[in-house]
């Protein structure tokens, strides 16, 4: 019988091989993990580039070197001796250029600006002088380095542009300017001496002027009234010359304009003074003028303007009573 036993013979045993231990998946999540960071880093480097490419980069400006390069590629050589550099013009004469004032503007997330004024006196001595204004700022155009406006010969003078007739001051956010103060006429008892305030600022690719108005007029004649009475005599004769005018020969009309260019001096002695606005806004704000002294031997009537820019032509309205003739 098949189920019976055989002495001595034991039942084999089944042998059970246990199941493989499953494998853990925190490996594969893992690579996945690192596989994303480093699309991200790459993703990260590059934003990075393009953001670098297409902002431009902040520039810090060399103050020493921007103005010495400035000034003699315009000017010429420094002299260490003279302590200026020697400008020789068209006719061969020879002047001595100077800074008179210089600044440096920096802005929290911005490129320096550098503004700069000079000032040319002539060697000969014969009292030709000039004056020139100078900004050095970062080129807006992609990978452009420093750029310069400037407007460096200025004969507006009889006298030299020295640093305390210089004033360099915010006129708006984005506009700072200079206002210089320029002298024609040296000896107030033969001539008028009149100082007017010019004012001088970048706009775009070129040296703008905001305004020219008066800053002070001296005549001293002598006697006031006598000077009064002189100039009277003038005006009366000017009139009647002046009603002949239609049938004048060329002779008559020539005597005109010699006595045009003869007006007798009246006593003056007077000041202007100006005060700008606070900056608050992208445009310059208005000019506040002022005037005391005497004219023609008598107290001037106090009087204040109130100058508004044209901020489309870029200029200060200025009243014909503070024209410069």
């Known amino acids: 019988m098949s189920d019976l036993i055989e002495p001595g013979i034991t039942e084999a045993t089944p042998v059970l091989t246990p199941p493989p231990p499953k494998r ?24 990075a580039v393009i953001k670098a ?12 070197a921007s103005i010495d390069e400035a000034m003699t590629r ?3 050589k420094y002299s260490a001796e003279k302590k200026g550099w020697v400008y020789v013009d068209e006719s061969n004469e020879p002047f001595l250029v100077r800074v008179i004032q210089q600044a440096r503007i920096e802005a929290v997330g911005a490129s320096d600006e550098l503004f700069f004024a000079a000032s040319g006196v002539s060697l000969k001595g014969n009292g030709r002088n000039f004056y020139g204004v100078f ?17 460096a010969f200025r004969y507006e003078s009889d006298v030299p542009v020295t640093p305390e007739k210089v004033r360099f001051e915010a006129l708006s956010e984005r506009t700072w300017g200079w206002v210089l103060k320029v002298q024609t006429g040296t000896r107030p008892v ?30 001293e ?8 009475a002189d100039h009277e005599t003038w005006r009366k004769a000017v009139e009647a010359m002046g009603g002949q005018e239609q049938a004048s020969t060329e002779p008559a009309a020539q005597e005109a304009e010699t006595m045009d260019d003869t007006e007798p001096m009246r006593c003056e002695h007077s000041r202007w003074t100006y005060r700008t606005a606070d900056v ?6 208005p000019l506040t003028v002022s005037v005391k002294g005497t004219q023609y031997g008598a107290p001037l ?5 109130k100058l508004m820019f044209d901020s489309k032509a870029f200029v200060y309205n200025i009243p014909e009573e503070l024209t410069v003739e």
């Open 135 to 151: 900004q050095i700022r970062p080129d807006t155009k992609p990978g452009g380095g420093l750029v310069e406006i400037s407007s």
């Open 190 to 219: 033969s001539e008028q001496v009149m100082v007017s305030n010019v004012m001088l600022a970048p706009h775009g690719e070129e040296i703008a002027l905001l305004a020219r108005f008066k800053a002070s007029v001296d005549a």
């Open 74 to 76: 315009t000017y010429g």
């Open 301 to 305: 009537e106090a009087k204040t303007w």
């Open 24 to 47: 853990r998946k925190w490996g594969r999540y893992v690579l996945y993990t690192l596989a994303v960071l480093g699309v991200l880093m790459i993703a990260l480097l590059v934003a």
């Open 53 to 64: 490419n297409s902002e431009p980069q902040l520039i810090k400006i060399d103050e020493a």
């Open 280 to 285: 608050v806004g992208p445009q310059p704000g």
């Open 221 to 228: 004649p002598g006697d006031c009234a006598q000077a009064n």
